[in-house]
């Protein structure tokens, strides 16, 4: 198991020490360790899927497993995978399971990430369930419930005027030194741990046609890229999906990345989870996306406000982030040829967010 730099070709073993990002040439760094395909029959996810993934986390609250729902939406039948039903009301939880437990066994006390809000309370969980004291650093702008639910759990969080002033307090921290900086924009756990998502998707389906997630910092998107891919290289399918990831039109860093332009729209602010204004894999989500034949739909809040009222009323429970996915598979639904398998990731609990 070893750090890699992809870029420069830097590599030093995972447990040696702890980057954020390369220490020669600052790039994302990604972790190199042993594949093998087999799925073992546990109802803990990390057990069920060790052969995915490069260490297994000591603690568990249930994370992953989450069910699957298939609607038909004339003419197509919508799997709707319930992130949101995980211990933290996201998906992020199966990355901070992961990368938490990575920071305890190199023996930090101390844990701290900023971010608009899911990673805040799923870092604070898992933090805590590993006796660590977490910091969460949070705009003033992100939903008063996830701030609540981070202090709950017993995470502290920190107040920053915007992101730039996030980064500066992350900054500090860092420098007083025997802090672990989570950095979930950068550390490659969360992508190994958001693709266990992928090994059920298809265990109960096989593999979609297409797949339809938020992009923010674009871990998910990446994850699912990477899921599918290793299921491709260990034999177990020979297609892979077509990523269609989803931005607003406020924020569209991929977008702009895959086809050289803005389109100008209507706010979108209401997709708080998404508002990420540069996302440091911004080039590799782009050419995910681009390789699998997907695309970047953009939305806007009348949209997504839409399509939230419409996921509640039957029975979604989901943020308005997580409503975006709904929104851009409408948008292009027609696009789509009708005996396509199309999965949506519902990824953040709307319970925080009311
Ligand atoms: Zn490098």
Redesign the pocket.
Known sequence: MEWV?T????TRGLFEEYYWK??????P?SIRYSVRGEILSSRNTWERYRGFIPFMPEKTRGEGLTPIVAEKYSPHTLLFKLEYMNPGGSFKDRGSALAVYYGYKMGFEKTVVDTSGNTGISVALYSKLYGLESMIIMPRTAPLGKRKAVSRIGGKVVEAEDRLAASSIVEKYISDGDVYYVAHLWNPLYIIGHATMVYEVYEEYGVPDYVFAPVGSGGLILALAYGFEKLLEQGLTKKLPRLIGVQGYSCQPVYEVLHGKRIEGEDSSLADGIMVYNPPRVKEIAEKIDRSHGEVVLVGNSEIQSSLEELWQNGFLVEPTSATVYAAYKKIKNEIPGDATILLVLTGSGLKTL
């Open positions: 730099c870029s420069c070709g830097f390369c220490p020669r040439c600052g790039k760094l």
